[in-house]
């Protein structure tokens, strides 16, 4: 059985080392992506201190749906383009706030949430869906965890890449 560890450091680098050892070991053969997108956020929002809402939100007919997540409901459907999240599958790349109130057009699904970090997921060339974080606290989030949760999010798309399971290959 996978058991979280709580990780205990206050050295960035050394925090996502440790996590990315626990996602990849919590993933491990397993390629199924709302499973794999589950744990990652619960995994996230148990060992990431500041947090209000880790989660996924995943492409369906050209615009980013509610995945996987843990924390308070959230709004379900962002038009690319829209909000943080939409803002990071138009650009590509992950977005960055410091202070949610000063980014024109964020979506506030929670009023305690100061700031956030959207990674997008890209598969093929394809935006194929984000990770969301967000904080109660003003600039939580800094380079250091932007390239960290751009670490998790390859180990997620990687281990959805997987060929399927072997049972599931007898079976067809
Ligand atoms: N704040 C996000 C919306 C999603 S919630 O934070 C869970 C945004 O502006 O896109």
């Not at 977005?95 to 997921?121: K, N």
């Amino acid at each position: 059985m996978f058991e979280a560890r709580d990780i205990k450091t206050e050295d960035k680098a050394e925090f996502y080392r440790e996590l990315a050892q626990q996602l990849e070991a919590l993933l491990h053969g397993e390629p199924d992506p709302i499973a794999n997108a589950a744990n990652t956020a619960a995994l996230l929002f148990q060992t990431m201190p500041e947090l209000n809402w880790a989660g996924f939100y995943l492409m369906r007919d050209g615009e980013l749906v509610l995945g996987p997540f843990q924390g308070r409901p959230a709004c379900v459907r962002i038009a690319v383009g829209a909000g943080v999240c939409g803002a990071a599958v138009a650009r590509r790349a992950s977005v960055l706030v410091e202070d949610v109130h000063a980014f024109p057009g964020h979506i506030a699904c929670d009023a305690a949430s100061r700031s956030e970090l959207v990674v997008p997921l890209i598969a093929a060339g394809e935006v194929i869906g984000v990770i969301d974080l967000d904080s109660p606290s003003r600039a939580r989030f800094d380079e250091a965890d932007q390239s960290g949760i751009e670490r998790v999010a390859a180990i997620y798309l990687a281990a959805c890449a997987q060929a399927p399971a072997p049972v599931l290959a007898r079976a067809s």
